[in-house]
């Protein structure tokens, strides 16, 4: 910490308190945040809030989300209640598998390749049996290996493809250790095999696909046409009709595509933060899930059939509620706690219903008032805070505010507006 603040700050006294005030004050939990990583200086605080209201499959959840951004939480809780009172959110899981390969070049006759991978096949599975009997006690473990021919793509270029199921785990690091384990083995056949010719078989590398297509959730929402709107400025049919077609346009342009998929991730990584998954990996399968067709696309659906509006989500999600920082992360519990400590196919349930969620909320709006009347209004205070408005201030400039969705530049008059007058009001008294 003085290294850094000696060599990288302008006012290393200033640095060094401030990292030290978000120092936590039980040791023994600083040490742990210290521990998760490497080069630990600080620890970085996000908001954790909660959504209410969540109808899952006729279960009722409080949904933990850490986010930085204004107004995502207020969208996904507005979402929930429209939904209770229409049969809530109906999620299922389709499959959970995992993946990973080994990935490898080999020069010679194919054949003798695929030969050598079907006389060992068992072999490569029971070479991992001591890392996988936990896993296997849990009716998890390895599902199926599979040889893949990729020469036509890259020259000499194959892939030893593995399944597995992880249970209620992410698995990364159980998979990866199993892969190398495996990768051993398939090295140590080949040069026994190869032994005499000049065949060459190299390993390039051992690792788990963050693409998980068969490790899959679908969540959805339903209510006849007639029961979608609970304002006067549109009719249930106009506003479904403009909805679905919003959902079409991010089918067809990339460009709205990216930013429609960017609100369901807004409700995704904020649940996976909370719940101490990987949201980089989930962002990582979802955006390739996206472009599955070879052109990036809405993760949502919408249909409007016999009189009913039909929304939906079917992504993957490659979550855990046991290992990584479950146990280790004290808010991570706490939200797993919130959840009703969920096993991780219900948290794909959870998951994905708040990312149908946000992007219902968001489209809601976009497709009605717009955006930024709901925005704004939750980001007034972000506002206030950087001007360094008081809280006296605060709440006069938020009462003033409370029935319109000022801009930036309103805020600020109003601001410089109330300073002046209770500076000039101090003075003449
Ligand atoms: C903002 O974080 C997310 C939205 O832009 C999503 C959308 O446009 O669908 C509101």
């Not at 429209?82 to 990935?103: E, L, M, P, Y």
């Not at 403009?242 to 998929?261: G, M, Q, S």
Request: glycine content about 6%; proline content about 3%; some cysteine.
């Amino acid at each position: 910490m003085e290294w850094l603040a000696k060599v990288h700050l302008n006012n290393p006294e200033k640095g060094i308190q401030l990292m030290n005030s978000y120092m936590h004050d039980d040791i023994n939990i600083q040490k742990r945040h210290d521990e998760f990583i490497e080069n630990t200086v600080a620890n970085y605080f996000l908001p954790l809030g909660v959504a209410p209201n969540f109808l899952i499959n006729e279960e009722l959840y409080t949904i933990p989300m850490a986010i930085e951004e204004s107004s995502v939480v207020a969208a996904a809780s507005k979402s929930a209640k429209f939904w209770i009172s229409r049969g809530g959110f109906k999620s299922h899981v389709i499959s959970s598998k995992k993946i990973g390969h080994i990935h490898f070049t080999f020069d010679g006759d194919q054949k003798e390749i695929f030969d050598l991978f079907t006389t060992i096949k068992n072999d490569l599975i029971s070479a991992t049996s001591v890392l996988t009997k936990n896993m296997r006690n849990r009716g998890g473990g390895i599902l199926d290996v599979d040889l893949i021919d990729k020469t036509n793509e890259l020259i000499h270029y194959y892939q030893l493809e593995v399944k597995f199921e992880t249970c209620d785990s992410m698995g990364a690091n159980f998979i990866n250790s199993c892969l190398e384990e495996m990768s051993k083995y398939f090295l140590e056949s080949a040069e026994n095999q190869f032994d005499n010719s000049n065949t060459k078989l190299d390993v390039i590398m051992s690792i788990l696909s963050n693409y998980t297509p068969e490790c899959l959730v679908h969540c959805e929402v339903a209510c006849p046409v007639s029961e979608l709107i609970d304002g006067p400025d549109f009719s249930s049919e106009e506003f479904a009709n403009k909805f679905k077609l919003a959902v079409d346009i991010a089918k067809i342009e990339p460009y709205r595509a990216t930013t429609h998929n960017k609100g369901i991730m807004n409700g995704i990584d904020a649940v996976i933060l909370a719940t101490g998954n990987d949201f980089r990996a989930v962002e990582a399968a979802c955006h390739t899930h996206a472009s599955r067709d070879g052109q990036y696309k809405s993760l949502t659906h919408c249909d409007i059939k016999d009189g009913i509006f039909k929304f939906w989500i079917e992504i993957p999600l490659s979550l855990g509620t046991v290992g990584g920082l479950t146990k280790l992360h004290p808010m991570v519990q706490l939200s797993l706690d919130i959840l009703g400590s969920p096993d991780a196919h219900q948290l794909m349930k959870i998951v994905a219903a708040s990312g149908l969620a946000q992007n219902f909320a968001a489209l809601r709006a976009l497709t009605t008032s717009g955006i930024q009347k709901g925005h704004m209004k939750m980001h007034l205070l972000n506002i206030l805070n950087q001007l360094g408005a008081s809280d006296v201030e605060k709440e006069i400039l938020q009462r003033i505010f409370s029935k319109s969705a000022p801009h930036h530049a309103e805020v600020v008059n109003a601001f410089n507006d109330l300073r002046s007058s209770s500076k000039s009001k101090i003075e003449s008294e």
